[in-house]
Every structure is written in C-alpha cells, then in structure tokens.
C-alpha cells in the first residue's frame, strides 16, 4: 500500500514539474514573442526627416517651422520662428500631437526623450523635451540650430506625432522638469516631412 502512496506522489512531482516547464516554456516564447513584434515595429519606420509647423495660441503672433533630421548622432533640429518679442523663448518637445486648444495646453506635458513623462523622477536634473532657447531680434524673428543626441524619429520614443510649442520666457535651468519657461506662444505637431523617397 505504501509503495503504491510512493509511486502515486512520484507520480503527482513528475507531472508538476512537467507542468512547470511547459509553463516557462510558453512565458519564454511570449516574452520572446512580443520582442519580436517590438523590433519589427521600430524597424518598420525608419524616418529621416520630420517638421512641424507652428501657429500661434490665442492672441499670439508666434508662427514658422521647426524641422528636425535623424542622424548617427541624433536628430539635429532647425528653428525658423517669427512674431516673438525680442529675447530668449524657450521651446520643447510637448508629449501630444494636439494643438487644438486655443492656448496650446492640449499638448500636455513636455515630452521625456529617456522615461516618463507624465512622472519623471523627482530628483531628475534635466529640462524633459528641452531643444534650447529661440533667441529673438528686434523684429521678433529667430532661428536656432541644434543637436538632440537622444532624441529620435523612430521607435517606441519617436517625436514624430508629439508637438512643439514655444514658450514666453526663456528656459530656467534651476526649474526642471518643466524650465518655468512661461505660456504656451505657439504649437505645431511634429509630421512626417515629404522627402519624396517614401
């Protein structure tokens, strides 16, 4: 009777590690799975060139073209803004592609290149979205020239589909994660630009 109780327990471990197995087996093929499907994803875009164009919020006159190129080192970014006040405006990489409220707030937040952006670390060092400061002339006319090292135009973090907006005040860089640089001038959504080799 006791050998039959043995061989009924043996019997119960074998199945339960067999069991076990299986289920890390299909854990191992979901997880490589759903890798796949993301690196099919990021390789299915391969964009090189983006713009967006901004008009201006409500009772703003800020309006022109930010357009951004994806390279080895990362996505160098070209400014050409009008209708400023002469001085520093801080301009940003905003998380939505929604420009539809008069003062720009759709866009939300500013967009973080490396983690969250609706909770970035609350010990985080950095201005999140930030490409520099527009430095205005006495016309109110300004461009600006850049190189964002992480940002991109591909993959799970791509700009493209985000917004730009420019801001009243020049970026504070005591103040992240957001740089108090004041209302929103001005918003465009980042687009696919035509390269004519889609």
Known sequence: MKSLEYISVSLLL???????????????EDMKNAMSSTNAQEMATHFTKAVAVIHPTAGNNAMGTVTFEQTDNGVKVHADVKGLSPGLH?????????CTAPDGTSAGTHFNFEGSSLNPPADID???GDLGNLDANDNGDAT?????????????KSIIGRAIVVHEKANDPSQPPIGAAGSRLGC?????????TE
């Open 14 to 28: 074998i199945l339960f590690a067999l069991g076990c197995t299986r289920k890390e087996a299909q854990n191992q």
């Open 90 to 98: 801080g301009y940003h990489v905003h998380l939505y592609g929604d």
């Open 126 to 128: 950095h201005i999140t």
């Open 144 to 156: 600006a020239d850049t190189m964002i090292a992480i940002a991109t135009l591909n993959g799970t």
């Open 188 to 196: 465009g959504v980042i687009g696919i630009a035509n390269t004519g």
